[in-house]
Every structure is written in structure tokens, then in C-alpha cells.
């Protein structure tokens, strides 16, 4: 691959395909959530074929103004990353018609996908025993910060506090830097992963069983689990593991180095990997030290070994070398920006980045060959349904102008077309 193929600009135009083809096609889901896990966990569901409602309140999804960049006067591109395929109600869950209304949307609820603050929905008249009294087949899932009791039970956690708190940000940086939060919001967007598979699990017993049960998941127990090689290492040998940048603490070399154009990162986890590395670099009598023989050698001796390889590396083009040692079996790539992996041509191969009428965004990452997941529906403006979800409830003309006429129910839209993909609630 040369420096000339990232210089394309190219996206991959996907067919839809019909919106019954998609594995959770039935499953209704309420979306209460806001920000990103719930979200990203809904939008997962939405985009294998699930009806998802998205209520937002009055003053919509914070996330809506999280920008520049925006992509509409109403949307910024953060909320338009996780919010597709889905409907879109506004209602003011406060209020007592409100609430009202929440009953009306749960009768028929799958799935139930909420991050309020630990009582909010018991505030509203909805404990956890009312629920599974009054819902017992629904699923809930609950995505908290810490959870709802202990130390820290009920307490609020965004990322990067919890990767502060839970140690995952002590380990990222370079040696001698401060601790850094990771570049993505890789705690929330995590627990959203484990959301969705968590209710992909209750479904399942659900089958054998007719119950709904709750999906608990946190943020905290998110960041613990991200943890690995750390944590077992660290209660293995009870050392406080140390950041070591892009390199690995048990592997070696596993790590960035400059080439003649930029940056290459090389990871060679085994023997035959280092061997093959060397002799393209023309240094085997590297390959044939003694403090380099075995990978727990290389891992002791790394200071030492790693001046060796980077003096060889500098001279040559990333690209170029990254497909030599692929070629022979070296995991190897150039370190590509984020504009460079957004037009790659195997990311593009891959259908990892869409655009639906002009809606450009990220792709489906979950390939299913008979049951495919789909991007159909572009993220809707606050309250774009709400009309159409509470006539589908069997609210009158009047009824519907009233709410909104009170503030309890919203819509930015007059009139606003159905999404053609859309199911009626």
C-alpha cells in the first residue's frame, strides 16, 4: 500500500436492506438513555432491527450541542454517531401526563434502556418492583456510573472520571508522562457493548422462560474489566503496573518507531515473528543474541534491544515496510490519523463507513451473513415522532395538541414524515 492510496476520497454507498431482514426485527425498545453508552447500545439494537424509541426531554439530548462540528442547526456530529435508526418522541417524564404516557410506551416494550441518576424512575412513580409487577416480561437495562448501592452507590461518573477512579488512565501515557485519559470514551462506549449483550442475554432467557429481568451495568465495573494484562499481572506479583506508552509490558518489541515518513508500529508476540523481523532489517545477529533469544529475554532487555531496531527502521517509507512484514507474517502498520483509517481502502472494503443520503457515518461492525444489520434511518431531529408514536398509542388529534400545548409533549417538526424504515409503534 503506498502514501498515495490515503489520498482518496472515497465512501462506500450501502444498499439497504429491507428492514425486516435484520436479526432483532420485533423486538421493541424504549430508549430513555442519553450521552453515549445508552445510545451507542440502542443505536446496536436499532441497527440489527430493532423499533427503537428514543424519548429525549424537553431540552433535548446534551449531547444535541456538543460541538463544533454540528451537522444541522439541532444536531451535532457527537449526537449524530449514535443516534440513528431510531424514532424520536420529546416528552417531559417530570410531569404526571408525562408519565402517563411512559406507561402507555412500556405496554409494549421489549426492552427498557435507562442511565437516569440511581431513583430518578421511582421519583416518577416507576420503582424496580412495579416494573416487574406491572411489565414482567420487560427487560431493563440500567446503565450507572457505580451502580446503586455501596461506597459509591448512586454517586454520578462520567468516562474520564472513572477512568481516573478505576486506575485505567494510571497506565496510559508515556513512561515518563502524566497519566492521560485514553483518546476515546472507551469506558462509556464499552458498558454500551456490554449493554447490548447483556439484553441479548436476558432475551435468550427469556425464550425458555416468558420473565424480563434486570441488566445491570456500570461504568466502574466497565473500567475494571479493561484493566487485563494489568490487573492479573498486578495480583499475580502485587507490582503497581507502570505506563509504558505505545509499547507492551509483557511484550517485545511490541511498540511505535519512526520511519522516514512518519510513524510504524510493529508488534512481533513470538520467536519466528522476531526472526523474520530481523533478517528484513539485515540485523540476524540480533535475532542470534543471547539477551534477545526467548521473549521474556526481549521483554528483560528491551532498552537494549530496542536502539538496535529503531536505527534500522528510520530510513525506511512506513508504508512499504508495513507490507513487507505483513507479507511475512509480522503484524506491522503505518499510524494512520483518523482521516487516513476513514478513507483506508480495506476500512471502505469493510463497509465501515457509510453514507445513506447524504447521512455519512460509521458502519456496522457486527457482520451477520443471512441477518445483516443496516443504517436506514438518519438520526431524527428532537421530537421528529412524537405526533406520528402517540397517534400509534391511540392518542386523539386533541389529545396529542393538548399535551403539546402544555409543554408535556414536544415537536420541533410540523408534520414530519414517517421514516420510511420505521415500524408503528
Given at each position: 500500500?503506498?502514501?498515495?492510496?490515503?489520498?482518496r476520497?472515497?465512501?462506500?454507498?450501502?444498499?439497504?436492506p429491507?428492514?425486516?431482514?435484520?436479526?432483532?426485527?420485533?423486538?421493541?425498545?424504549?430508549?430513555?438513555?442519553?450521552?453515549?453508552?445508552g445510545?451507542?447500545?440502542?443505536?446496536m439494537?436499532?441497527?440489527?432491527?430493532?423499533?427503537?424509541i428514543?424519548?429525549e426531554?424537553?431540552?433535548?439530548d446534551?449531547?444535541?450541542?456538543?460541538?463544533?462540528?454540528?451537522?444541522s442547526?439541532?444536531?451535532?456530529?457527537?449526537?449524530s454517531?449514535v443516534?440513528?435508526?431510531?424514532?424520536?418522541?420529546c416528552?417531559d417524564?417530570?410531569?404526571?401526563?408525562?408519565?402517563r404516557?411512559?406507561?402507555?410506551l412500556?405496554?409494549?416494550?421489549?426492552?427498557?434502556?435507562?442511565n437516569?441518576?440511581?431513583?430518578?424512575?421511582?421519583?416518577?412513580?416507576?420503582?424496580?418492583?412495579?416494573?416487574?409487577?406491572?411489565?414482567?416480561?420487560?427487560?431493563?437495562?440500567?446503565?450507572?456510573?457505580?451502580?446503586?448501592?455501596?461506597?459509591?452507590?448512586?454517586?454520578?461518573?462520567?468516562?474520564?472520571?472513572?477512568?481516573?477512579?478505576?486506575?485505567?488512565?494510571?497506565?496510559?501515557?508515556?513512561?515518563?508522562?502524566?497519566?492521560?485519559?485514553?483518546?476515546?470514551?472507551i469506558v462509556?462506549m464499552?458498558?454500551?457493548?456490554?449493554?447490548f449483550?447483556?439484553?441479548?442475554l436476558?432475551?435468550?432467557?427469556?425464550?425458555?422462560?416468558?420473565?424480563?429481568?434486570?441488566?445491570?451495568?456500570?461504568?466502574?465495573?466497565?473500567?475494571?474489566?479493561?484493566l487485563?494484562?494489568?490487573?492479573?499481572?498486578?495480583?499475580?506479583?502485587?507490582?503497581?503496573?507502570?505506563?509504558?506508552?505505545?509499547?507492551?509490558?509483557?511484550?517485545?518489541?511490541?511498540d511505535?518507531?519512526?520511519?522516514?515518513?512518519?510513524?510504524?508500529?510493529?508488534g512481533?508476540?513470538?520467536?519466528?515473528?522476531?526472526?523474520?523481523?530481523?533478517?528484513?532489517?539485515?540485523?540476524?545477529?540480533?535475532a542470534?543474541?543471547?539477551?534477545?533469544?526467548?521473549?521474556a529475554?526481549?521483554?528483560?532487555?528491551?532498552?537494549?534491544?530496542?536502539?538496535?531496531?529503531?536505527?534500522?527502521?528510520?530510513?525506511?517509507q512506513?508504508?512499504?515496510?508495513?507490507a513487507?512484514?505483513?507479507?511475512?507474517?509480522?503484524?506491522a502498520?503505518?499510524?494512520?490519523?483518523?482521516?487516513?483509517?476513514?478513507?483506508?481502502?480495506?476500512?471502505?472494503?469493510?463497509?465501515?463507513?457509510?453514507?445513506k443520503?447524504?447521512?455519512?457515518t460509521t458502519?456496522?461492525?457486527?457482520?451477520?451473513?443471512r441477518t445483516?444489520?443496516s443504517?436506514?434511518v438518519?438520526?431524527r431531529?428532537?421530537?421528529?415522532?412524537?405526533?406520528?408514536?402517540?397517534?400509534?398509542?391511540?392518542?386523539?388529534?386533541?389529545q396529542?395538541?393538548?399535551?403539546?400545548d402544555?409543554d408535556?409533549?414536544?415537536?420541533?417538526?410540523?408534520?414530519?414524515?414517517?421514516?420510511?424504515?420505521?415500524?408503528?409503534p
Amino acid at each position: 500500500m503506498s502514501p498515495t492510496d490515503h489520498d482518496r476520497t472515497v465512501t462506500t454507498v450501502l444498499t439497504t436492506p429491507p428492514p425486516d431482514t435484520g436479526s432483532l426485527t420485533g423486538l421493541r425498545v424504549l430508549d430513555l438513555s442519553r450521552v453515549l453508552a445508552g445510545p451507542l447500545c440502542t443505536q446496536m439494537l436499532a441497527d440489527h432491527g430493532a423499533e427503537v424509541i428514543k424519548v429525549e426531554p424537553p431540552n433535548g439530548d446534551e449531547t444535541r450541542t456538543w460541538g463544533p462540528p454540528f451537522v444541522s442547526d439541532t444536531m451535532s456530529a457527537y449526537f449524530s454517531g449514535v443516534n440513528r435508526n431510531k424514532s424520536n418522541i420529546c416528552l417531559d417524564l417530570r410531569t404526571d401526563d408525562g408519565q402517563r404516557v411512559l406507561a402507555d410506551l412500556l405496554t409494549d416494550t421489549d426492552v427498557l434502556v435507562e442511565n437516569f441518576k440511581a431513583g430518578t424512575l421511582a421519583k416518577w412513580g416507576y420503582p424496580d418492583e412495579l416494573l416487574r409487577e406491572r411489565y414482567p416480561h420487560l427487560i431493563q437495562c440500567r446503565i450507572t456510573g457505580f451502580g446503586t448501592d455501596g461506597p459509591m452507590g448512586a454517586m454520578p461518573g462520567y468516562d474520564a472520571v472513572v477512568q481516573a477512579y478505576s486506575g485505567l488512565m494510571s497506565i496510559n501515557g508515556e513512561a515518563d508522562g502524566p497519566a492521560l485519559r485514553v483518546g476515546v470514551p472507551i469506558v462509556d462506549m464499552v458498558t454500551g457493548i456490554y449493554a447490548f449483550s447483556g439484553i441479548l442475554l436476558a432475551l435468550n432467557e427469556r425464550h425458555r422462560t416468558g420473565m424480563g429481568q434486570l441488566v445491570d451495568c456500570t461504568l466502574i465495573d466497565t473500567a475494571i474489566s479493561l484493566l487485563h494484562p494489568h490487573s492479573p499481572a498486578h495480583l499475580a506479583d502485587g507490582r503497581i503496573p507502570q505506563r509504558t506508552g505505545s509499547a507492551h509490558p509483557t511484550i517485545a518489541p511490541y511498540d511505535t518507531f519512526d520511519a522516514a515518513d512518519g510513524k510504524i508500529f510493529i508488534g512481533a508476540g513470538n520467536d519466528r515473528q522476531f526472526r523474520h523481523l530481523c533478517t528484513l532489517l539485515g540485523i540476524l545477529d540480533v535475532a542470534d543474541d543471547p539477551r534477545f533469544a526467548t521473549n521474556a529475554d526481549r521483554v528483560s532487555n528491551v532498552t537494549e534491544l530496542r536502539p538496535l531496531l529503531a536505527e534500522k527502521i528510520l530510513p525506511l517509507q512506513r508504508h512499504r515496510l508495513a507490507a513487507e512484514l505483513l507479507a511475512r507474517g509480522v503484524p506491522a502498520s503505518a499510524l494512520h490519523n483518523v482521516a487516513e483509517a476513514l478513507r483506508d481502502p480495506h476500512v471502505l472494503h469493510r463497509q465501515m463507513v457509510v453514507d445513506k443520503d447524504g447521512y455519512r457515518t460509521t458502519g456496522v461492525p457486527i457482520k451477520l451473513s443471512r441477518t445483516p444489520g443496516s443504517v436506514r434511518v438518519p438520526p431524527r431531529d428532537r421530537g421528529a415522532d412524537t405526533r406520528r408514536i402517540l397517534t400509534g398509542l391511540g392518542y386523539s388529534p386533541a389529545q396529542i395538541d393538548a399535551l403539546i400545548d402544555s409543554d408535556i409533549a414536544h415537536t420541533d417538526v410540523i408534520d414530519s414524515p414517517q421514516p420510511a424504515e420505521a415500524a408503528r409503534p
